[in-house]
């Protein structure tokens, strides 16, 4: 749950993110009320006149006494945690911090909000780590693959919840929209 600023590549990057939210500007911001998100979101609602709301459910996971921690730094610390975290990475969870499932119950009643959300095109800014679930849960994904979920900064996605046939999502990198997750590579 770390409480990182926004680089000058961070601010680059949302103003890219600017160009194609034009395209179909939202018409309300949510976002998670820690520092670089707060940041990106003044960018974002500047850009597109809107107010945002900020949700502490969106905040980053908690990592526990590891917060700040690279995943490098805890293997060369931590030798045993990091291999619980790599043959158990849904269910690992860092002492005194969060896992997958704590994701997931923690971000469940902020998916039905979103759900019933009046705003016809709803913006969430959120962290990496949290996407994985938050769009897991709204996509109805399973485990497996929301743990390969690409979800780097330079990356968005948009997600309809309206279609007939079930939610539908795209991601977006660059200003250019794909159809579908981006999912890592075996």
Excluded: K
Excluded at 111 to 129: D, F, N, Y
Aim: overall charge negative.
């Amino acid at each position: 749950m770390g409480d990182s600023p926004l680089t000058e590549a961070g601010r680059a990057q949302v103003r890219g993110h600017l160009d194609w939210l034009q395209t179909r500007p939202p018409d309300h911001l949510l976002a998670s009320p820690l520092g670089r998100t707060r940041a990106t979101a003044a960018i974002l609602a500047q850009g597109l006149g809107l107010v945002p709301q900020f949700d502490p459910a969106l905040r980053e996971r908690c990592m526990g006494c590891f917060e700040g921690w690279t995943l490098e730094e805890i293997r060369r610390a931590h030798p045993d945690e990091h291999a619980r975290r790599e043959a158990e990475p849904w269910s690992w969870r860092p002492p005194g911090g969060e896992n997958y499932p704590d994701l997931l119950a923690r971000t469940a009643p902020l998916v039905e909000q979103l759900r019933t959300h009046p705003a016809e095109c709803l913006l969430v800014v959120s962290h990496g780590t949290l996407a994985r679930p938050l769009l897991g849960r709204l996509l109805g994904l399973e485990p497996a693959t929301m743990l390969v979920l690409m979800a780097p900064n330079d990356l968005a996605y948009r997600v309809d919840l309206t279609p007939a046939e079930g939610p539908r999502a795209s991601h977006v990198r660059g200003g250019v929209e794909h159809p579908g997750l981006l999912l890592r590579g075996p």
